[in-house]
Nanobody
């Protein structure tokens, strides 16, 4: 059974930082397809960052230079380091991975950027 669990969200002031974690449980963990998404109230879910097995990363233009996606294979965890947060970053953040030919989503973690 594969499960993805996000954590690390919370309330932070503009300019602050948070690190989100996505812990993957299951017999096999691959970084071939690990993606962070976010969804703000009233908006569609959008792609934030992608991490591949070749350590390649991609970022949405809105977060480039501020967010960093990384992984720790020993902990079966993918991270999203978020710096210089802005109010428009407020959203529920989700991680997604593909395992055994199926797509799995985490439950999401709330990030609120407000003064």
């Amino acid at each position: 059974q594969v499960q993805l669990v996000e954590s690390g969200g919370g309330l932070v002031q503009p300019g602050g930082s948070l690190r989100l974690s996505c812990a993957v449980s299951g017999p096999i963990f691959s970084f071939n397809t690990m993606v962070w998404y976010r969804q703000a109230p009233g908006k569609e879910r959008e792609l934030v960052a992608i991490f591949t097995s070749g350590d390649s990363t991609m970022y949405a233009d809105s977060v480039k230079g501020r967010f960093t996606i990384s992984s720790d294979s020993a902990k079966n965890t993918v991270y999203l380091q978020m710096n210089n947060l802005k109010p428009e970053d407020t959203a529920v953040y989700y991680c997604k991975g593909t395992f055994y030919g199926l797509v799995y989503w985490g439950q999401g973690t709330q990030v609120t950027v407000s003064s």
